[in-house]
């Protein structure tokens, strides 16, 4: 699928892709806020990096999967992206110096783009082939806190909207680290990542807004279903 012709507000906007992370669905343990038994969670949360270029597809990361298909996985999540600049912020806020590109549970950690300039519908070309759109924001749940072992950093992820955003494949390819990354087409300039996922949060609230975010033609279909409840 070839993707639109660069957008005038569009073609002068790079980054790079630092790094590649994948993880599977694996059982672990954690111990019960209420008597300290052991509990155990399921999640793909924990990635490990990649080294080299991996293929990929309308469908998958070769070695990454979801755990929790209800909310997690399909054609519009293949990719979930998280800008690298963030994680100086979390490593002094959070008292956390080992946190690193991939802690947040992304496939991409990316530089030159974060949440507060990327929009919905997006497109962007990693390399020379793999083409990629923005389908939504994300929203981490409780496996975030217990990922970094942190029970506020689902609150400070929504507060200031770094919960990152996925993206559909519209054309597959190689990527590897360090390869650019080209924003070729933007739809919806005034609808960035940070504003959506805004939205969805108080989207019994603000019912104008959800319906307005619901058109948008690119935005991933559970999230149109969510905002429309």
């Not at 002068?12 to 209420?34: A, D, K, N, W, Y």
């Not at 990096?49 to 209800?70: E, F, H, M, R, W």
Request: with cysteine; proline share 10%.
């Amino acid at each position: 699928m070839s993707s639109p012709p660069p957008s005038p507000d569009a073609i002068l906007q790079t980054g790079q892709l630092l790094s590649i992370h994948v993880g599977q669905p694996r059982e672990m343990l954690m111990e019960s806020p209420l008597d300290g038994r052991p509990v155990p969670w399921t999640s793909a949360i924990f990635k490990s990096t990649i080294s080299g270029a991996v293929t990929i597809t309308s469908s998958a990361i070769p070695g990454d999967a979801p755990s929790d298909l209800q909310n997690h996985g399909g054609p519009d999540n293949v990719v979930l992206a998280y800008d690298a600049h963030h994680y100086p912020v979390w490593r002094e806020r959070l008292s956390m110096p080992e946190i690193a590109p991939g802690s947040f549970g992304e496939n991409f950690a990316v530089t030159g783009f974060s949440d507060d300039t990327v929009c919905i519908g997006d497109i962007w070309r990693v390399g020379t082939t793999l083409t990629l759109q923005i389908t939504q924001a994300r929203q981490p749940c409780y496996k975030l806190a217990r990922r970094l072992v942190q029970p506020h950093i689902v609150k400070l992820v929504r507060e200031n909207s770094w919960g990152g955003w996925y993206l559909r494949v519209l054309a597959p390819g190689p990527a590897e680290a360090d390869m650019p990354i080209q924003l070729t087409h933007r739809p919806h300039p005034d609808w960035t990542a940070a504003r959506a996922v805004q939205v969805m949060y108080n989207r019994k609230v603000d019912r104008t807004s959800a319906q307005q975010l619901a058109a948008l033609p690119e935005l991933s279909a559970r999230w149109k279903r969510e905002l429309l409840i």
